[in-house]
């Protein structure tokens, strides 16, 4: 995982670079994950990205140390080796990395360690010293972003780094008119349409602490009729915002598909564009498979002699009839000695194990089956792959990265049936979802539904959300209501378990008749609702029928739909003696049958 900090910003003030490129700097630092290797050969590979539009100059690798013998590093960037040096004790190192141009980047850090000159020195790869052991801490990226000419191809990048992962949600500002239920459908058709690493905290106004969001969507609707509608992209103080202008309903739906339509969107490489012909919609998420590694968001990775950890985790509404089966696909190398194994542990069970010796040379690609645990039905799993080869007689690891997982190829089957309650508001948007709010607050909420539905079970297409006003009289599947009083009103039926005076702030979800309502009591409510909705799934209970959560994300269950389960036949016993009576008179019968039958024939032999 690669971490994101902002340490400062600052603008070029040279009016030369300015004149000649128009851009901004920004001096910013990527974190990325600590490496400890107690192994003689030991790689980890990291991962940045640079946004569309951007460049990055001046990086700076640094980090600190500590060995407890001899080590070597060795870094390639995107397959090129750049930095070579030996460490020994504790210190600092720093190097410096060519400029990168927007698109992922790849930097492979390689440890060599022979052990110290007072512990034990063996030349047996497969007896390793024990006193291996050299750490990389605070691991950071240090470079100047530049931004070049804005284009809206660039987005959602444009906006803010999708591929960022910081601890501070974004803070996306929105200004749309907001009585306006068509206007905040489109904005929340495009924020499912973009997924950022980051957790985006939409504001529907201004924040009363003063601080600046990290970019502005701007809908506006002009009373002068326009000839098409009209995007814009630019920084306004360093903020990015994109702006939307239209005179009719038809030009903004025409501006929105143009912006999540990807195919359309490629060939707008300018900062402003005028539309005034209708644009095809785009494909909308459908429901998604959960049937392989990659489904579950894993990637190809080379597995060397060490363990690697993976979290498996289906979808929340899941509740699993079964243990998870599968089959792990894998590239190995043939040639490999007795006792090289692969091993595959569910939760900490071994699930699967597979000899690597005396493999054929064909098939390359291959599989092994792997069983989970029978006991307890989960919907997550914590998946460790422990891979033990030895290549040849003196045990030295000459294919130490021989083996391949294939995400793509890698089967998983959790049986299931879905869970019912609250919990199970996300499948509505298996088909076109429609939300009805009563308030402008409301909106960030909805958003918020939507995505975590679409982060849940959906693919990546944007979503088709349909934002009505609150009709009594035309209630829809999902129903939001941002009032004080209403609010009360349901926190009063459970003061026997609520303390009243501490709900302020917090949200109730329920399901009654198949719709969902979800109410809070002001714009800090939704607020509460858009923090801790994404992360709570997990925790709900199932058949849970009302749920509170707090200002401070404690989760209340004040009602549970009442299950229905089948009662079992009752099943009596018979006793002993009672058999013994019954086939004593099944026998008795028999046998009053077989001399009737006796006699009957001497009766007829006598008449003859």
Request: charged letters at 15%; aromatic letters at 8%.
């Amino acid at each position: 995982m690669i971490s994101h900090f902002k340490k400062s910003r600052f603008t070029v003030l040279s009016s030369v670079l300015l004149s000649l490129y128009g851009s901004q700097v920004y001096a910013d630092t990527w974190q990325l994950d600590d490496l400890i290797s107690r192994t003689a050969q030991y790689q980890s590979p990291y991962f940045f990205y640079v946004g569309k539009g951007e460049t990055w100059q001046n990086i700076q690798f640094n980090s600190q140390f500590d060995s407890h013998g001899e080590s070597t590093l060795v870094v390639r960037y995107d397959n090129q080796m750049i930095h070579r040096q030996d460490l020994n004790g504790k210190g600092e190192l720093s190097f410096t990395l060519p400029a990168s141009t927007a698109g992922f980047h790849r930097l492979d850090v390689m440890l060599l360690q022979k052990p110290s000159v007072n512990g034990p020195i063996s030349n047996n790869y497969c007896v390793e010293s024990t006193n291996l052991y050299t750490a990389l801490t605070k691991l950071t990226l240090n470079y100047q972003a530049q931004h070049g000419i804005l284009q809206l191809n660039q987005l959602p990048d444009a906006l803010f780094n999708t591929q960022l992962s910081r601890t501070a949600p974004i803070k996306a500002l929105l200004q749309f008119n907001n009585q306006n239920r068509l206007e905040a459908s489109m904005i929340a058709r495009l924020a499912t349409a973009w997924k950022f690493n980051t957790p985006v905290q939409w504001q529907v106004t201004e924040s009363t602490q003063q601080e600046a969001p990290d970019f502005v969507i701007s809908i506006q609707q002009v009373e002068q009729p326009l000839a098409g509608a009209k995007i814009s992209l630019s920084r306004n103080n360093e903020i990015p915002r994109l702006n939307i202008e239209y005179s009719s309903e038809s030009q903004l739906l025409m501006a929105v598909n143009a912006l999540i339509n990807q195919n359309y969107l490629q060939q707008l490489n300018t900062a402003t564009a005028t539309l005034s012909e209708p644009v095809a919609e785009p494909a909308w998420a459908v429901i998604r498979k959960f049937e392989t590694l990659a489904d579950l968001g894993i990637s190809d990775f080379a597995l060397d002699s060490s363990s690697k950890n993976i979290s498996l985790v289906f979808p929340p509404v899941w509740e699993a009839t079964d243990v998870l089966k599968g089959k792990l696909a894998f590239r190995a190398q043939s040639g490999l000695l007795q006792g090289s194994t692969l091993q595959v542990w569910l939760n900490e069970y071994l699930a699967g194990s597979l000899s690597l010796a005396k493999l054929d040379s064909n098939p390359v690609e291959r599989r092994f089956d792997f069983v989970g645990a029978d006991y307890p039905y989960v919907n997550n799993y914590n998946m460790t792959l422990i891979n033990s080869q030895l290549n040849n007689e003196a045990c030295l690891p000459n294919a130490g990265t021989a083996l391949w997982i294939d995400a793509n190829k890698s089967l998983v089957n959790l049986p299931h049936q879905m869970k019912q309650g609250v919990i199970n508001l996300s499948t509505i948007f298996a088909s076109t979802p429609e939300i009805a709010i009563n308030n402008p607050a409301a909106t960030s909420m909805a958003i918020t539904v939507a995505n975590v539905a679409k982060t849940m079970l959906l693919s990546d297409q944007p979503v088709p959300v349909n934002i009505t006003e609150l009709n009594a009289n035309r209630l829809k599947k999902i129903n939001i209501l941002v009032n004080t009083a209403r609010f009360n009103d349901e926190l009063q039926r459970y003061s026997q378990l609520l303390y009243l005076p501490a709900t302020a702030g917090g949200f109730i979800v329920s399901v009654k008749d198949g719709r969902f309502w979800i109410n809070t009591d002001s714009a800090a409510g939704a607020q509460t609702f858009t923090r801790f909705w994404p992360v709570i799934q997990q925790s709900i209970p199932n058949n849970t029928a009302v749920l509170f959560v707090s200002a401070q994300g404690q989760i209340t269950v004040l009602s549970k739909n009442s299950v229905n389960k089948a009662k079992a036949p009752v099943v009596e016993q018979v006793s002993t003696r009672t058999l013994v009576i019954v086939l004593t008179i099944i026998t008795l019968i028999i046998i009053a049958l077989i001399l009737w039958r006796r006699s009957r024939r001497k009766v007829k032999g006598t008449g003859e």
